[in-house]
Protein backbone atom coordinates (compact mmCIF):
# COMPACT_ATOMS: atom_id res chain seq x y z
CA UNK A 1 0.00 0.00 0.00
CA UNK A 2 2.51 2.33 1.20
CA UNK A 3 4.63 1.44 -2.43
CA UNK A 4 1.34 2.87 -4.23
CA UNK A 5 0.77 5.72 -1.62
CA UNK A 6 3.91 7.37 -1.49
CA UNK A 7 4.44 7.50 -5.58
CA UNK A 8 1.54 8.86 -5.59
CA UNK A 9 2.70 11.79 -3.66
CA UNK A 10 5.76 11.95 -5.39
CA UNK A 11 4.45 12.36 -8.74
CA UNK A 12 2.19 14.90 -7.73
CA UNK A 13 4.17 17.02 -6.00
CA UNK A 14 7.70 17.18 -7.72
CA UNK A 15 8.86 14.52 -10.03
CA UNK A 16 6.95 12.56 -13.09
CA UNK A 17 8.83 9.72 -12.18
CA UNK A 18 8.47 9.54 -8.50
CA UNK A 19 11.87 8.95 -7.16
CA UNK A 20 14.01 7.79 -10.11
CA UNK A 21 15.38 11.48 -11.07
CA UNK A 22 16.83 11.81 -8.00
CA UNK A 23 20.68 11.49 -8.46
CA UNK A 24 23.68 12.70 -5.88
CA UNK A 25 27.58 12.60 -6.86
CA UNK A 26 28.12 10.79 -3.73
CA UNK A 27 25.75 7.51 -5.34
CA UNK A 28 23.39 7.84 -2.62
CA UNK A 29 20.97 10.26 -3.09
CA UNK A 30 19.70 12.46 -0.11
CA UNK A 31 16.16 11.50 0.87
CA UNK A 32 13.01 13.75 0.04
CA UNK A 33 11.01 15.17 2.77
CA UNK A 34 7.56 15.28 2.44
CA UNK A 35 6.13 17.40 4.75
CA UNK A 36 2.23 17.17 6.37
CA UNK A 37 0.14 19.81 4.67
CA UNK A 38 1.84 18.49 1.29
CA UNK A 39 0.89 14.86 1.84
CA UNK A 40 -2.39 15.76 2.95
CA UNK A 41 -3.19 18.20 0.32
CA UNK A 42 -2.29 15.31 -2.28
CA UNK A 43 -4.22 12.17 -0.48
CA UNK A 44 -7.27 11.82 0.57
CA UNK A 45 -9.51 8.68 1.46
CA UNK A 46 -10.47 7.24 -1.77
CA UNK A 47 -7.14 7.60 -2.85
CA UNK A 48 -6.16 4.48 -0.13
CA UNK A 49 -8.62 1.79 -0.32
CA UNK A 50 -7.60 0.10 -3.72
CA UNK A 51 -3.73 0.05 -2.42
CA UNK A 52 -4.76 -1.24 1.40
CA UNK A 53 -7.53 -3.80 -0.29
CA UNK A 54 -4.62 -5.13 -2.64
CA UNK A 55 -2.08 -4.96 0.00
CA UNK A 56 -4.47 -7.32 2.32
CA UNK A 57 -4.32 -10.04 -0.60
CA UNK A 58 -0.96 -9.99 -0.79
CA UNK A 59 -0.17 -10.35 2.68
CA UNK A 60 -2.72 -13.69 2.59
CA UNK A 61 -1.02 -14.76 -0.37
CA UNK A 62 2.37 -15.04 1.91
CA UNK A 63 3.97 -12.34 -0.69
CA UNK A 64 4.78 -10.02 2.41
CA UNK A 65 6.93 -9.95 4.99
CA UNK A 66 5.62 -8.37 8.28
CA UNK A 67 7.73 -8.02 11.22
CA UNK A 68 5.36 -8.16 14.46
CA UNK A 69 5.03 -4.63 15.48
CA UNK A 70 7.74 -2.97 18.29
CA UNK A 71 6.01 -1.45 21.00
CA UNK A 72 8.68 1.41 23.27
CA UNK A 73 7.27 2.74 26.67
CA UNK A 74 8.18 6.02 27.00
CA UNK A 75 7.77 7.25 31.43
CA UNK A 76 5.55 9.61 32.29
CA UNK A 77 7.12 12.95 33.77
CA UNK A 78 6.09 16.48 35.05
CA UNK A 79 6.26 17.96 31.38
CA UNK A 80 6.03 14.77 29.56
CA UNK A 81 4.19 11.50 28.31
CA UNK A 82 3.35 9.11 29.05
CA UNK A 83 3.45 7.93 25.30
CA UNK A 84 4.05 5.02 23.11
CA UNK A 85 6.47 4.70 20.28
CA UNK A 86 4.89 2.03 17.76
CA UNK A 87 7.72 0.64 14.97
CA UNK A 88 6.24 -1.26 11.81
CA UNK A 89 7.04 -2.14 8.48
CA UNK A 90 6.95 -4.06 5.51
CA UNK A 91 8.21 -5.56 2.17
CA UNK A 92 6.56 -7.04 -0.57
CA UNK A 93 8.69 -9.39 -2.03
CA UNK A 94 9.83 -8.37 -5.23
CA UNK A 95 8.99 -4.70 -5.50
CA UNK A 96 11.66 -1.78 -5.38
CA UNK A 97 11.05 -0.38 -2.13
CA UNK A 98 10.30 -1.19 1.49
CA UNK A 99 8.79 0.92 4.36
CA UNK A 100 9.19 1.31 7.91
CA UNK A 101 7.07 3.33 10.16
CA UNK A 102 7.27 4.96 13.73
CA UNK A 103 4.27 6.52 15.73
CA UNK A 104 4.20 8.16 18.57
CA UNK A 105 0.93 8.11 20.60
CA UNK A 106 -0.60 9.08 23.59
CA UNK A 107 1.05 11.92 24.69
CA UNK A 108 -1.51 13.55 26.01
CA UNK A 109 0.03 16.13 28.02
CA UNK A 110 0.55 17.67 24.83
CA UNK A 111 -2.99 19.34 24.57
CA UNK A 112 -2.25 21.38 27.66
CA UNK A 113 1.18 22.75 25.24
CA UNK A 114 -1.41 23.26 22.25
CA UNK A 115 0.20 19.88 20.58
CA UNK A 116 -1.51 16.97 19.10
CA UNK A 117 -0.98 13.77 21.19
CA UNK A 118 0.51 11.89 18.49
CA UNK A 119 3.59 12.14 15.73
CA UNK A 120 4.90 9.94 12.82
CA UNK A 121 7.19 9.15 9.88
CA UNK A 122 7.14 6.96 7.15
CA UNK A 123 10.52 6.40 5.94
CA UNK A 124 10.50 4.69 1.97
CA UNK A 125 13.41 2.62 1.50
CA UNK A 126 15.10 1.47 -1.88
CA UNK A 127 14.97 -2.50 -1.84
CA UNK A 128 17.94 -2.80 -4.41
CA UNK A 129 20.42 -0.79 -2.13
CA UNK A 130 18.52 -0.12 1.39
CA UNK A 131 19.17 3.96 0.70
CA UNK A 132 16.17 6.10 2.10
CA UNK A 133 14.26 7.33 -0.65
CA UNK A 134 12.02 9.55 1.50
CA UNK A 135 10.82 10.50 4.76
CA UNK A 136 7.20 11.55 5.56
CA UNK A 137 6.09 13.49 8.29
CA UNK A 138 2.92 12.51 7.87
CA UNK A 139 1.73 13.08 11.75
CA UNK A 140 -0.07 10.48 11.52
CA UNK A 141 -2.53 10.99 8.60
CA UNK A 142 -0.79 8.11 6.18
CA UNK A 143 -1.99 6.05 9.56
CA UNK A 144 -5.35 7.15 9.71
CA UNK A 145 -5.64 6.79 5.83
CA UNK A 146 -4.47 3.26 5.98
CA UNK A 147 -7.03 2.56 9.26
CA UNK A 148 -10.24 4.21 7.48
CA UNK A 149 -8.89 2.07 4.13
CA UNK A 150 -9.10 -1.54 5.98
CA UNK A 151 -12.47 -0.07 7.63
CA UNK A 152 -13.95 0.23 4.32
CA UNK A 153 -12.58 -2.40 2.99
CA UNK A 154 -14.28 -4.71 6.34
CA UNK A 155 -17.56 -2.74 5.23
CA UNK A 156 -17.00 -3.64 1.04
CA UNK A 157 -16.95 -7.32 1.95
CA UNK A 158 -18.95 -8.14 5.31
CA UNK A 159 -21.81 -5.10 4.76
CA UNK A 160 -24.91 -6.44 3.15
CA UNK A 161 -26.31 -3.71 1.11
CA UNK A 162 -29.25 -3.48 2.76
CA UNK A 163 -27.37 -2.80 6.87
CA UNK A 164 -27.72 1.14 6.16
CA UNK A 165 -27.17 1.99 10.22
CA UNK A 166 -23.68 2.81 11.26
CA UNK A 167 -22.37 3.58 15.02
CA UNK A 168 -19.12 4.73 16.33
CA UNK A 169 -17.58 4.14 19.60
CA UNK A 170 -15.20 6.55 20.14
CA UNK A 171 -15.55 9.89 18.52
CA UNK A 172 -11.99 11.00 17.14
CA UNK A 173 -9.74 11.32 14.49
CA UNK A 174 -9.95 7.59 13.38
CA UNK A 175 -13.84 7.55 13.52
CA UNK A 176 -13.57 10.30 11.14
CA UNK A 177 -11.09 7.91 8.90
CA UNK A 178 -13.04 5.38 8.92
CA UNK A 179 -16.26 6.79 8.45
CA UNK A 180 -15.33 8.85 5.21
CA UNK A 181 -13.63 5.84 3.73
CA UNK A 182 -16.65 3.82 4.25
CA UNK A 183 -18.82 5.84 2.96
CA UNK A 184 -16.65 5.50 -0.35
CA UNK A 185 -17.88 2.07 -1.44
CA UNK A 186 -21.09 1.71 1.24
CA UNK A 187 -24.84 3.75 1.27
CA UNK A 188 -25.38 4.62 4.85
CA UNK A 189 -28.72 6.63 5.81
CA UNK A 190 -28.17 6.98 9.35
CA UNK A 191 -25.05 7.14 12.03
CA UNK A 192 -25.01 7.03 15.84
CA UNK A 193 -21.96 8.50 17.91
CA UNK A 194 -21.08 7.48 21.44
CA UNK A 195 -17.87 8.89 23.02
CA UNK A 196 -16.18 10.22 26.62
CA UNK A 197 -15.70 13.65 25.62
CA UNK A 198 -18.78 15.03 24.61
CA UNK A 199 -17.91 18.20 22.99
CA UNK A 200 -15.40 16.16 20.41
CA UNK A 201 -18.74 13.73 20.10
CA UNK A 202 -21.10 16.18 18.90
CA UNK A 203 -18.24 17.76 16.78
CA UNK A 204 -17.61 14.20 15.10
CA UNK A 205 -21.38 14.41 14.47
CA UNK A 206 -21.51 17.87 13.19
CA UNK A 207 -19.02 17.17 10.86
CA UNK A 208 -20.20 13.83 9.50
CA UNK A 209 -23.56 14.60 8.83
CA UNK A 210 -22.62 17.60 6.83
CA UNK A 211 -19.67 16.19 4.97
CA UNK A 212 -21.58 12.54 4.08
CA UNK A 213 -24.89 14.04 3.23
CA UNK A 214 -26.90 11.42 5.98
CA UNK A 215 -27.80 12.23 9.68
CA UNK A 216 -25.92 11.64 12.52
CA UNK A 217 -27.14 11.51 16.54
CA UNK A 218 -25.24 11.66 19.70
CA UNK A 219 -26.05 8.40 22.15
CA UNK A 220 -25.90 8.97 25.78
CA UNK A 221 -24.55 5.41 25.87
CA UNK A 222 -22.78 2.84 24.08
CA UNK A 223 -25.41 1.19 24.22
CA UNK A 224 -28.01 3.30 22.65
CA UNK A 225 -25.35 3.57 19.99
CA UNK A 226 -24.67 -0.40 19.86
CA UNK A 227 -28.40 -1.46 19.53
CA UNK A 228 -29.46 1.18 16.88
CA UNK A 229 -26.64 -0.24 14.29
CA UNK A 230 -25.77 -2.60 12.16
CA UNK A 231 -22.39 -1.74 11.36
CA UNK A 232 -20.15 -0.81 14.84
CA UNK A 233 -17.05 1.04 14.50
CA UNK A 234 -15.10 0.87 17.72
CA UNK A 235 -11.96 2.84 18.07
CA UNK A 236 -11.22 3.68 21.29
CA UNK A 237 -8.28 3.64 24.26
CA UNK A 238 -9.08 0.01 24.29
CA UNK A 239 -8.55 -0.14 28.33
CA UNK A 240 -11.75 -2.24 28.77
CA UNK A 241 -14.71 -3.64 26.46
CA UNK A 242 -16.83 -1.07 25.00
CA UNK A 243 -20.31 -3.18 24.24
CA UNK A 244 -21.69 -6.06 25.00
CA UNK A 245 -23.30 -9.20 23.47
CA UNK A 246 -27.11 -8.67 24.20
CA UNK A 247 -26.96 -5.31 22.81
CA UNK A 248 -26.16 -6.42 19.20
CA UNK A 249 -28.36 -7.18 15.99
CA UNK A 250 -27.82 -10.75 14.96
CA UNK A 251 -26.57 -9.69 11.42
CA UNK A 252 -24.52 -7.47 13.48
CA UNK A 253 -20.69 -6.71 12.11
CA UNK A 254 -17.89 -5.30 14.12
CA UNK A 255 -14.87 -3.33 13.07
CA UNK A 256 -12.47 -2.94 16.22
CA UNK A 257 -9.39 -0.94 15.59
CA UNK A 258 -8.69 0.27 19.13
CA UNK A 259 -6.76 -2.64 20.57
CA UNK A 260 -3.21 -1.64 19.04
CA UNK A 261 -1.01 -3.10 22.41
CA UNK A 262 -1.71 -7.06 23.70
CA UNK A 263 -3.09 -5.56 26.88
CA UNK A 264 -5.91 -3.76 24.96
CA UNK A 265 -9.51 -5.36 24.59
CA UNK A 266 -12.51 -3.48 23.40
CA UNK A 267 -14.63 -6.44 22.60
CA UNK A 268 -15.77 -8.80 25.10
CA UNK A 269 -14.54 -12.67 24.95
CA UNK A 270 -18.28 -13.72 24.87
CA UNK A 271 -18.71 -11.58 21.54
CA UNK A 272 -15.68 -12.91 20.04
CA UNK A 273 -16.71 -16.57 20.88
CA UNK A 274 -20.25 -15.47 19.14
CA UNK A 275 -19.20 -14.16 16.31
CA UNK A 276 -17.59 -15.02 12.73
CA UNK A 277 -14.63 -13.59 13.09
CA UNK A 278 -12.41 -12.24 10.45
CA UNK A 279 -8.99 -10.69 11.37
CA UNK A 280 -6.09 -8.82 9.10
CA UNK A 281 -3.22 -11.20 10.62
CA UNK A 282 -4.11 -13.98 12.65
CA UNK A 283 -0.38 -14.18 14.30
CA UNK A 284 -0.83 -10.91 14.97
CA UNK A 285 -3.61 -10.73 16.54
CA UNK A 286 -3.63 -13.52 18.66
CA UNK A 287 -0.61 -11.96 20.48
CA UNK A 288 -2.78 -8.56 20.69
CA UNK A 289 -5.93 -7.12 21.77
CA UNK A 290 -9.13 -9.36 21.58
CA UNK A 291 -7.64 -12.31 19.87
CA UNK A 292 -5.30 -12.99 22.63
CA UNK A 293 -7.45 -11.85 25.45
CA UNK A 294 -9.98 -14.98 24.04
CA UNK A 295 -7.34 -17.54 23.58
CA UNK A 296 -5.95 -16.60 27.30
CA UNK A 297 -9.05 -16.89 28.84
CA UNK A 298 -9.55 -20.39 26.88
CA UNK A 299 -12.80 -18.87 25.10
CA UNK A 300 -11.08 -19.49 21.11
CA UNK A 301 -8.13 -20.35 19.57
CA UNK A 302 -6.13 -19.31 16.26
CA UNK A 303 -8.06 -22.37 14.56
CA UNK A 304 -11.26 -20.27 15.07
CA UNK A 305 -10.86 -17.85 12.89
CA UNK A 306 -12.90 -17.58 10.01
CA UNK A 307 -10.40 -15.85 7.66
CA UNK A 308 -8.03 -13.08 7.21
CA UNK A 309 -9.08 -10.40 5.13
CA UNK A 310 -7.31 -11.00 2.74
CA UNK A 311 -8.94 -14.60 1.94
CA UNK A 312 -12.04 -12.97 1.21
CA UNK A 313 -10.79 -10.17 -0.78
CA UNK A 314 -9.61 -12.73 -2.85
CA UNK A 315 -12.30 -14.73 -2.88
CA UNK A 316 -11.08 -17.71 -1.45
CA UNK A 317 -13.24 -17.65 1.70
CA UNK A 318 -17.12 -15.85 1.83
CA UNK A 319 -17.40 -12.46 3.32
Not at 44 to 64: H, N, T
Not at 115 to 135: D, E
Not at 287 to 304: H, N, P, Q, Y
Request: glycine share 10%; charged share 20%; hydrophobic share 40%.
Amino acid sequence: MLSRVVRTVSKRVCAPNGFSQLRCLSGVPPPLLFDYETIKANLKEADAIESVEAAFGMLSQGKVDVPIPMHIGIDESDAAGPGDCHIKGGYVYGTTTWTVKLANVSFYKNLEKGLPPGSGVFIVCNAVNGAPLGIFQENRYLTDLRTGAAGAISVKNFVAKEHTKVAFIGAGVIAQAMARASSCVHKFTEGFAYGLDTAQTEGFVSEMSSELGFPFKVCETAEEAVRSADVIFTQTTGAAPVLQLDWLKPHATIIASGSDQPTKNEIPSDVMKKSKMICDLVRQCSKVGELRTAIKEGVMTEDDVFAEIGDVVLGNKPG
